[in-house]
Nanobody, 118 residues
């Protein structure tokens, strides 16, 4: 059974940095699209950044130039380096492994809280 597990959330000040990490297991990591999503209180879950198996990267407009998605297929990890954090980045961040074929299931992590505040 596949799973992904996030780590690295916490409290940061505005302008600060945090790095989230996601470790995948139980599935062929290298063929999955890996991504980070977030959900703020009262809001819908939204895409933050994704990186396909072929290396194509997508960022939400709100994080472009501030966040970097880093994928390491040798370690089965995908990290999210978050710089220049803003209070509006406060949310629960989720890692997702998205299957690239209909027979491949998706996997979501349990989420990790990121709070940006003075």
């Amino acid at each position: 059974q596949g799973r992904v597990v996030e780590s690295g959330g916490g409290l940061a000040q505005p302008g600060g940095s945090l790095r989230l990490s996601c470790a995948g297991s139980g599935f062929i990591f290298s063929i999955y699209e890996m991504g980070w999503y977030r959900q703020a209180p009262g809001g819908q879950r939204e895409l933050v950044a994704t990186k396909t198996a072929g290396g194509m990267i997508t960022y939400a407009d709100s994080v472009k130039g501030r966040f970097i998605i880093i994928r390491d297929n040798a370690k089965n990890t995908v990290d999210l380096q978050m710089n220049s954090l803003k209070p509006e980045d406060t949310a629960v961040y989720y890692c997702k492994a998205e299957g690239t074929a209909t027979h491949l299931p998706d996997y979501w992590g349990q989420g990790t809280q990121v709070t940006v505040s003075l």
